[in-house]
Structures are given as C-alpha cells and as structure tokens.
T-cell receptor
Framework: KQEVTQIPAALSVPEGENLVLNCSFTDSAIYNLQWFRQDPGKGLTSLLLIQSSQREQTSGRLNASLDKSSGRSTLYIAASQPGDSATYLCAVRNNAGNMLTFGGGTRLMVKP | NAGVTQTPKFQVLKTGQSMTLQCAQDMNHEYMSWYRQDPGMGLRLIHYSVGAGITDQGEVPNGYNVSRSTTEDFPLRLLSAAPSQTSVYFC???????????FGSGTQLSVL
C-alpha cells in the first residue's frame, strides 16, 4: 500500500526566503505526483503535476522536482511572500486511474 | 466559470439522521470522487465514479452511498449518520487519464 509522508508538518519563514517542502512515498511505481495548496476553510487547488517520466515542473515562483527511484519530491518556493501562507499537500497516483494517495501536508506561514 | 460546486457548506446532524451532500461540476469531467479530510489522517477517498452509471469504493466507503445518474452530479448519501462521520468532505473531478484534480470548497459536517 502506497504511503505518502510530508515533513515538516509546519514551517515558519520570514518573507523573501527561498524554501523547500518535502514529500516522500513508499512505492516508486507511480504514474504521477501532484502538489496542491489549501487555504483555511477552502478546497484544494492543484499547483503542479509531474508525470512519472518527468524530473521537474515549474510555474512562476514554484518548482517541483521528482526522483522516483528514491521516492521523493520537493516543492521549491522562491522569494516567499505572506500570500504563500497555506497548507501544501502532495498526492501520488499509482496507475492510469484517478485514485490519489495524499500526504498529511505542510502548513506554511510566511511572516512579513 | 463555476467548476466544482458543493452544497451545503456546513451541516449539523444528530446521530441516526440521514442526509445527502451535493456535488456538481460543469467541466464535462468523466471522473468524480468524494474525499474526507480529518486532522492527522489527511484526505481519504470514500467513493469515486469514472462515468455516469459507474461507481466504485475507495479507501473508506462504509456508511456512505453514491450514485451517478448524470455526468454533472455525484451526490454522497449518509444513510444513518454517526459521530465518526464528523469531518470535512470534498468532492473532486477530472478528465480521465490522470490529469489535474479539481476540488470543490468542501462541506463541514458535524454529527452529534
């Protein structure tokens, strides 16, 4: 059974800092991996999707990398802003179906 | 540009009551799903559907029923609510083929 872990569970950084969020998974035979953002009381918004054949994806100040062999993905946020404060979740899809296994999330606070 | 719409946003039930959580999407997505989000447990898949007339169980299906009579709608039914079903429920949809998942804003359910 696939298990997804995100460490740390919470992170507080000053504005302007570059930061890395970590996601690890136990079964490396994945189809793809997604990073989501969740604001308090809201649903999840998909940020980046990396296919198993890809090494990274970029969107603005966000860059997600994937190392399937080691079972790891990272989400890099450049020049963090207070508006980046949210919970970030990663989710793994193990086949061409649509069932995702989620990590527990990292709660990020960016202080002005 | 509605996306995935969930109703109600909040609901309080007494043990043993029944109710239906509504989910509708206007993106012509084949795949729809229901997740519950609990502190320390992350998001867990309850039921999903890959098209009208087709449903299947996820990780935690007990106590919940679903049906998919149209492409747009995927209601989740609690037949006899229990306190263990207190949670935040999210509906999500996507095109088949493992693409980005779109989430509704959630329903916060309390069962007393």
């Amino acid at each position: 059974k696939q298990e997804v872990t995100q460490i740390p569970a919470a992170l507080s950084v000053p504005e302007g800092e570059n930061l890395v969020l970590n996601c690890s998974f136990t079964d490396s035979a994945i189809y793809n991996l997604q990073w989501f953002r969740q604001d308090p009381g809201k649903g999840l918004t998909s940020l980046l999707l990396i296919q198993s054949s890809q090494r990274e994806q970029t969107s603005g100040r966000l860059n997600a990398s994937l190392d399937k062999s080691s079972g790891r993905s990272t989400l890099y946020i450049a020049a963090s802003q207070p508006g980046d404060s949210a919970t970030y979740l990663c989710a793994v899809r193990n086949n061409a179906g649509n069932m995702l296994t989620f990590g527990g999330g990292t709660r990020l606070m960016v202080k002005p | 540009n509605a996306g995935v719409t969930q109703t109600p946003k909040f609901q309080v039930l007494k043990t043993g009551q029944s109710m239906t959580l509504q989910c509708a999407q206007d993106m012509n997505h084949e795949y729809m799903s229901w997740y519950r989000q609990d502190p320390g447990m992350g998001l867990r898949l309850i039921h999903y559907s890959v098209g009208a007339g087709i449903t299947d169980q996820g990780e935690v299906p007990n106590g919940y029923n679903v049906s998919r009579s149209t492409t747009e709608d995927f209601p989740l039914r609690l037949l006899s609510a229990a306190p263990s079903q207190t949670s935040v429920y999210f509906c999500a949809s996507t095109r088949t083929g493992g693409r980005k998942l779109f989430f509704g804003s959630g329903t916060q359910l309390s069962v007393l």
